[in-house]
């Protein structure tokens, strides 16, 4: 009984019982995407820094956004100052309040550049157009599962996007953008809500009188 009992003990030593395997980073991925495929429309609270430039300066903004998918979304921002990027999915609108200006531009379709908005109102799939790892994210929240996302064909504006993830809810709490030129956008967001029966009139722009409209490109049709 003795021998016996030596040779399971040293079996136990040569093999490890029960060793969870690695968690899947592309299976998060799809997880994730799987579910906001699933929702209609959301909205909430974000807080957004953005750190780039020569100077490595670094802006801090805060405000609500409305999310419609796909591709509609409304980001009002309110400090320090007030301004709207607006997408009906058409056509985007940058209104500057406090320069009294509208920048009026086509919206990206499927498979063109991404922008973070555009990200979050489902034009980019990130289970099929990134490849995805675990990577730690500086500012994303305690206990958020944190992916970066690296997209498979290159994109003219952004290196990668990041994703902090409740793994509870499979809610993305965290965003953050590395652009080209260096600089890292990054969102946090709160107070979100889904499925509130966000209509198009939500995301039509009303171009207010007396500021400045410069159109760049064309409506697509």
């Known amino acids: 009984m003795r021998l016996l009992a030596l040779a399971f003990a040293s079996l136990l030593v040569a093999t490890p019982l029960a060793q969870a395997p690695p968690p899947d980073a592309a299976a998060l991925a799809t997880r994730v995407q799987a ?28 405000g609500t956004f409305q999310v419609r998918q796909p591709g509609q979304f409304r980001f009002l921002y309110t400090k320090p100052e007030r ?40 034009r980019a799939n990130m289970a099929r157009d990134f490849t995805a790892t ?57 107070n979100l809500k889904e499925n509130a029966g966000l209509t198009d009139n939500t995301f039509r722009f009303r171009i207010p009188r007396g500021v400045d409209v410069v159109q760049h490109g064309a409506r697509p049709k």
Request: proline residues 8%.
């Open 35 to 62: 579910r906001y495929g699933a929702i209609k429309d959301f909205e909430g609270a974000f807080v957004q820094s953005y750190e780039g430039g020569v100077l490595r300066t670094k802006t801090t903004e805060s």
């Open 83 to 122: 301004k709207e990027f607006v997408s009906d999915g058409s056509s985007i609108y940058t209104y500057l309040v406090v320069d009294k200006q509208v920048i009026i531009t086509p919206a990206p379709g499927p498979g063109e550049a991404t922008t973070p908005a555009l990200f979050l109102a489902g």
């Open 134 to 190: 675990f990577t730690p994210l500086p500012g994303a929240a305690q206990g958020l599962q944190t992916l970066r996302l690296d997209p498979r064909k290159p994109d003219p504006d952004y290196e990668w996007f990041g994703i902090g993830v409740d793994p509870a809810s499979l809610q993305i709490r965290f965003l953050v953008a590395v652009d080209r030129q260096g600089g890292r956008s990054a969102f946090t967001f709160s």
